[in-house]
């Protein structure tokens, strides 16, 4: 079996799709050769699946929220945190699952019409576009806490501390929220951590600055990818200070930042690092 072919990364919302497997439950747990849903990944879980319906000749149902699965040599499905095996492994299928509600026997062959809920998608793409965004601002903003050279970089090549702090990220509707934590092996690279976290409120309001001063040059945002495949990689690209920046990115995005009219963010201090609330009011 093949890997899944995904549209989303092209900003599709509806395709007419062949059905590959399905596990009849509760939920039905349907996979096509392509679809225009995106699944959560089982890997860095920040963007929700999508959810959406399915129809066929004769019936319809709920999809959703969808998930990452992969499918053994015997043609057996495994779904998210229960995938055994790494991505590309010999002779598996990485697939998009679709939970459908209900019972449904759906035969292998047959089509189905699969619908994304357009609006929800659009909701989860301005809370992504404005994570990637505020990472950025945060990096720069950050830049005097650090006391030596640090090689990881930023796609604006600024010390990555999103990247070294982040311990979870949740992109949610118009907004994400994220936890960092300053540890012993970051203080140990140079972060000053007692002066960052005793300044949150400070960086909080300059992290806002920076982030209207972005937005207001209303750069292009678009998305690329290496293949097909839902495990083929993909890349966000953003005009940003005259220059387009890359960042690896397997979720949704609007076009532009132009759509995102506000984003703030909120710092909140826990236990050895912050907690930051992002909004997108567009
Ligand atoms: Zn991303």
Known sequence: MEHSRASFVLGHHFEQARIVHCQVGEPTLLVTE????????????????????????????????????????????????????????????????????GQHALPIGGEVELKVDAEARHALSLGHSGCHLVALALNRVLMPYWRKEVSERDALEQPDFDRLAIQSSRVESRGSREQYRIGKSLRKKGVNSEALLAELPRIEQQVNAQLAEWLASGGEIRRSRAGEAIIDSRYWHCVLEGREVTIPCGGTHVGSLAELGIVSVQLNPREEGFTLQSRVSP
């Open 34 to 101: 392509l679809t225009p849903f995106h699944p959560q990944s089982h890997l860095w879980p920040d963007q929700p699946g999508d959810v959406g319906t399915a129809s066929w000749e004769g019936g319809s149902a709920v999809v959703g929220p969808c998930r990452m699965g992969a499918i053994s040599p015997e043609g057996e499905l495994f779904v998210d945190q229960a995938i055994p095996v790494k991505r590309g492994a010999e002779g598996w299928a990485f697939v998009v699952v679709h939970p459908l509600a």
